[in-house]
């Protein structure tokens, strides 16, 4: 079965990083485009961030634009997300999921496949 593993979820003040890490179980990364996403409580899942198999395009939602960064290590086999100055509305469960890479498939969750349990992300004083 193909599942993505999400890890390095936490609880972090305003202002502060986390990295959350995509691992897969099962199949190879490197050949997939790979999607991050988040739900909060009561609203629906959103797309943050996606890149394409080399690593070489990203696409990210304006509301974490300049402050999320996307990058993929196909030798290790993991992709990151480096969120940089959280703000308590970034807290949420984050995904992975693999799926195309572009603006219009991170506005539909249902284009992508392989998701894993998510990691918790709580911004929070």
């Known amino acids: 079965q193909l599942q993505l593993v999400e890890s390095g979820g936490g609880l972090v003040q305003p202002g502060g990083s986390l990295t959350l890490s995509c691992a897969a179980s099962?199949?190879?990364?490197?050949?997939?485009?790979i999607g991050w996403f988040r739900q909060a409580p009561g609203k629906e899942r959103e797309g943050v961030s996606c890149v394409n198999p080399s690593g070489g395009t990203t696409n990210y939602a304006d509301s974490v634009k300049g402050r999320f960064t996307m990058s993929r290590d196909n030798a290790k086999d993991t992709v990151y997300l480096h969120m940089n100055s959280l703000k308590p509305e970034d807290t949420a469960r984050y995904y992975c999921a693999t799926g195309p890479c572009s603006m219009a498939t991170m506005r539909n969750p249902r284009d992508f496949a392989s998701w894993g349990q998510g990691t918790q992300v709580t911004v929070s004083s």
């Open positions: 099962g199949f190879t990364l490197e050949y997939y485009a």
